[in-house]
């Protein structure tokens, strides 16, 4: 799967690719919106693997939904709807706020404006800001705001450490920016597992959010069904498992499908992407929200299928975990993705706040996987708190409340789908299934039932 990014100006298309493959694929149709273009435009490089698209760039301010629809046509949501939205109030008046623990956010070359800009939307909004503590692992190039490449990787850190903070606002955020950026294959992973194992072993962080992909099918060995070079990088999910980190990734923005390695073209067959895909992993895939202006919905939340489309599908590399046999009747005897979902559509896309771009200083409306992963990162984060421990791999426990009533897991069934880019996708159905995962969240249920879940100290 491609990273989930959003680049300014960058419109991806992918479920790991968003932000910077949307850069990339993007075409400016009026002031200020950039709409994705076909996926056949060329590209003069491969592109990051992002999972995420920005459809508006540089807005002097944010707007109300009205104004979004009558200037773009999108819906476009701050951080206070969400909060409503996905029932977290109630929690931030007990004190859940995610004081006490530590989320961690990976990401190539990172963004010089983070701490900045994080202050901004928070003051914005009326929300505390926290401290982001850097961390360059490896010889992280100075940025260049011209190259597409770095500038489409800090829309994507800029989208991660500001949807962590607005749901767990009270959570230290720790920024990992490292020195090679990600594509597809194993390019760029190395360097990002061996930084998430080293912070591990130091004890720094209880979740970890990774808004990045690449296609599994991309791997070296894998036409041959040798899958080495995946397995080989698993050491970091291994090492969390043991110490009882969370790990989550995004499904990725391509529906079904996802990028080949020449980072332009998608594959015309059901794909999977790595890390999603991992059953180490917590595989966060993407809703659309419908919201008013308080953030109460108007209707229930469907499937992510706009600019780009929620990553699902069937592993070609891993079997059906243990966790998963309760739905073996649709995974089948592979391990799918995704397991949960968030909001990551564009057209109820996200407002966020960037000026590492002396160009496009300002508010943009973006969405995507690598909206949804970090959104739920911040609810793990509160889960944490609530339990007073770590609460680890949560797979387990996530398909157990699924199955029980009244557990904060709210079912998507829409009966909208994933498909994207012609390869037929997934529909929403009730209960389990490969567009939304198990669904999404009422979070002050799903984070008491969650924590109490919890064995692990």
């Not at 508006?56 to 046509?73: E, F, I, N, R, T």
């Not at 991309?218 to 090492?239: C, H, V």
């Amino acid at each position: 799967m491609h990273i989930a990014r959003t680049g300014r100006g960058v419109a991806t298309s992918a479920a790991a690719t968003a932000a910077l493959v949307a850069a990339a694929l993007a075409t400016t149709s009026q002031a200020g919106v950039t709409t994705a273009a076909p996926a056949a435009v060329p590209h003069t490089k491969a592109v990051p693997a992002i999972a995420g698209h920005t459809l508006v760039h540089g807005v002097a301010s944010p707007l109300p939904s009205a104004q979004c629809q009558a200037k773009w046509h999108i819906n476009c949501y701050n951080p206070l709807q969400y909060r409503t939205a996905y029932n977290l109030n109630p929690l931030y008046r007990q004190g859940i706020t995610g004081k006490g623990r530590t989320i961690v956010i990976v990401d190539s070359f990172g963004s010089p404006t983070v701490q900045h800009d994080l202050d901004v939307y928070s003051r914005q909004f009326g929300l505390p800001s926290t401290k982001v503590k850097v961390v360059k692992w490896g010889h992280v190039p100075a940025f260049d705001p011209k190259n597409s490449d770095m500038t489409g990787w800090a829309g994507e850190t800029t989208l991660d450490v500001e949807m962590a903070h607005a749901v767990a606002p009270g959570a230290k955020i720790v920024l990992v920016e490292t020195a090679v950026s990600e594509t597809e294959g194993t390019t760029g992973l190395p360097e990002m597992m061996s930084a998430e194992k080293h912070l591990i072993d130091q004890g720094v962080g209880d979740v970890i959010t990774q808004s990045f992909g690449a296609t599994e099918n991309t791997f070296p060995g894998f036409a041959r069904g040798d899958f080495t070079s995946i397995k080989k990088l698993r050491y970091a999910f291994q090492d969390a498992n043991r110490k009882h980190v969370t790990v989550l990734a995004s499904s990725g923005d391509g529906g079904a499908t996802d990028m080949k390695a020449d980072g332009k073209h998608y594959y015309n067959k059901r794909v999977n992407s790595w890390p999603s895909s991992d059953p180490l992993v917590t595989s966060i895939g993407g809703t659309q929200l419908h919201l008013n202006d308080k953030g109460d919905r108007v209707k229930p939340d469907s499937v992510y299928n706009d600019y780009g489309a929620g990553g699902g599908g069937q592993s070609h590399v891993f079997g059906r975990p243990g966790f998963q046999d309760g739905v073996k009747g649709i995974v089948g005897t592979r391990r799918g993705t995704p397991d949960v979902s968030m909001a990551a559509a564009v057209n109820g896309g996200a407002w966020i706040y960037s000026g590492y771009d002396p160009t496009a200083t300002g508010w943009d409306v973006t969405g995507g996987t690598s909206e949804a992963s970090p959104l739920f990162s911040g609810i793990v984060a509160l889960a944490d708190q609530a339990a007073g421990h770590r609460l680890g791999n949560i797979n387990a426990a996530l398909y157990k409340l699924a199955k029980l009533r009244n557990t904060g897991v709210v079912d998507v069934n829409d009966g909208t789908d994933n498909s994207y880019e012609g390869v037929t996708g997934y529909k929403a159905v009730k209960g389990y299934d490969m567009a939304t995962g198990v669904g999404t969240v009422n979070a002050l249920r799903f984070v008491t039932a969650l924590a109490e879940a919890g064995h692990h100290s």
